[in-house]
């Protein structure tokens, strides 16, 4: 069972990511996103991640998906490029061989170091043994407690985003002077 | 005999490489900056999965507290990215990375 829902996720996965870097069309691209991040979602629940598992669905697929399609259609740029034309011609064949080097070099190391995970951590009450939060109350403690400053830089952080976002995509009062002038 | 298989967490470390190596070729020969942030976000989905799969593997919950931090951070990033491309098209019509040379003064 639990090797049946591993293979299904894998296959959404990879068939998403592929159909983000091989479809033409940008809103086919996004919509493969979202077959990805529900892949990544399956295996967080299947590796008793409940808690971001829903956090993946409501952040990624919920919000940033949808951040994307609404940039694609306000921009208009929802129709197929042309991905014949390449003007650099060895940069396709580089960029395939260099990402195969890297995975297998990856590959190896996980393959080769996995003897040695096996150190143990604080421990990590599952959902098998009855309490079904505890998984919400481990990751509430440690954010709370070892990690709570970081957690108060963040909302500095997403503060930083949205005002430098607004400043960014206003139209400035010389634009608009500029604009009334040329018409 | 099938059934009797588990994924180790070495399967979900091998397919979050192969995740990665898929984004890495978008964020290499693509060159409209949408779908170079999907694939950036793609490499993002994959570390993620790393950790999860180590913090299960572990026994250890600060990897899934590092995958918080993470969409966090990524949230943010798209947002300011998303901000960057629409003040660019603005000016110009056409949207490739290539027309960003312009900036080389």
Known sequence: MELFVFICAAAMVLAGALGVVLRSNPVHAALSLVLTLFGIAVMFVSQQAEFLAAVQVVVYAGAIVVLFLFVIMLLGVDRAENLETEPLGIQRPLAIILSIGFVALLVTTIVQGRDSLNMRGDGLITADSGDHDANIRQIARSIFSDYVVAFEVTSVLLIVAVVGTVVLARKRKSEKDLSGVSA | ?105
Do not use: C, H
Not at chain 2, 21 to 46: K, Q, Y
Not at chain 2, 60 to 85: M, R, S
């Open chain 2, 1 to 105: 005999m099938l059934a009797t298989i588990v994924p180790t967490s070495t399967w979900y470390l091998i397919l979050g490489a192969v995740l990665f190596g898929i984004g890495m070729v978008g964020v290499l020969i693509r060159r409209n900056p949408l779908i170079m942030f999907m694939s950036i976000e793609l490499m993002l989905n994959a570390v993620n999965l790393t950790f999860v799969a180590l913090s299960t593997q572990l026994t250890d919950i600060n990897g899934q507290t590092a995958v918080f931090f993470v969409l966090v951070v990524a949230a943010a990033e798209v947002v300011v990215g998303l901000g960057i491309i629409v003040a660019i098209m603005r000016r110009r019509s056409e949207i490739s990375v290539d027309d960003l040379s312009v900036l080389k003064g």
